[in-house]
């Protein structure tokens, strides 16, 4: 029998991580699902029993409010309900307007990048010694490449994705083959709160679909060609 590799997904209870966590719980495999939005984790939850799935371990907490501490403290509390993991998954993610960057309000500023920034590489620093050391262990940052490519009025969102394509890569370097793999993830954009706030005319049909990126991913994580 293939041993279960453990998840650990934040923002699970938004548009992508709830979709990742639900692929992860179906294909077998254990979860600990990571948000502020506790009712939003125990709806997941519900339905997960619901369709006979073993449920994901829920952990709530505010990322734009997390000190070091309380990130240390996740990462111990994470130990002693899974014991060791194989993949973190950095998925939370907020954005409340295109704007200039002169216009950016200084709390939303320092919400998102204490949010895309800070809290994921603390917290995976605080995870880094609970990885299993086995091949197909992984650090996956969720990136949008929009903001890569045309940088103009996305402000601290826009700033966020530049810190994670780089974090990205300066830990695959510095982990080299010893250490989990990095992946960069890119999706196409999907229909979710961030994406209707940024284009509004556009429908839920205009963006692409969502279920064949998280199975791509799971290609990716999986080494799968």
């Keep these: 029998m293939t041993k279960q590799s453990v998840w650990v997904v934040t923002g699970a209870a938004g548009t992508l991580g709830q979709a990742l966590v639900q692929r992860v719980l179906e294909g077998g495999d254990e979860?600990?699902?990571?948000?502020?939005?506790?009712?939003g984790l125990e709806a997941l939850s519900d339905l997960m029993?619901?369709?006979g799935h073993q449920p994901p371990v829920i952990h709530p907490i505010d990322?734009?409010?997390?000190?070091?501490?309380?990130?240390?403290?996740?990462?111990?509390?994470?130990?002693?309900?899974v014991g060791e993991i194989n993949h973190l998954v950095h998925a939370a993610g907020s954005f409340k307007a295109l704007r200039p960057l002169l216009h950016q309000p200084p709390d939303e500023w320092l919400a998102l990048t204490q949010l895309g920034i800070h809290a994921p590489l603390f917290l995976t620093q605080s995870l880094l010694e609970r990885f299993s050391g086995q091949a197909h262990d992984s650090i996956v940052w969720v990136i949008d490449s929009t903001p890569l490519a045309q940088p103009a009025h996305w402000g601290g969102y826009?700033?966020?994705q530049q810190a994670k394509a780089w974090m990205a890569k300066t830990l695959e370097l510095e982990l080299g083959p010893k250490g989990p793999r990095v992946i960069s993830w890119q999706p196409e954009t999907f229909y979710s709160?961030?994406?209707?706030?940024?284009?509004p005319a556009r429908g839920q049909h205009d963006f692409a679909e969502l279920a064949p990126q998280i199975e791509a991913l799971m290609s990716m994580v999986n080494n799968e060609s």
């Design 49 to 51: 029993q619901a369709q």
């Design 158 to 160: 826009g700033l966020v």
């Design 63 to 81: 990322l734009v409010g997390a000190t070091l501490q309380d990130l240390q403290d996740t990462a111990a509390a994470i130990g002693e309900a």
């Design 31 to 39: 979860c600990v699902a990571i948000d502020r939005d506790l009712k």
């Design 193 to 199: 709160p961030i994406s209707a706030q940024a284009w």
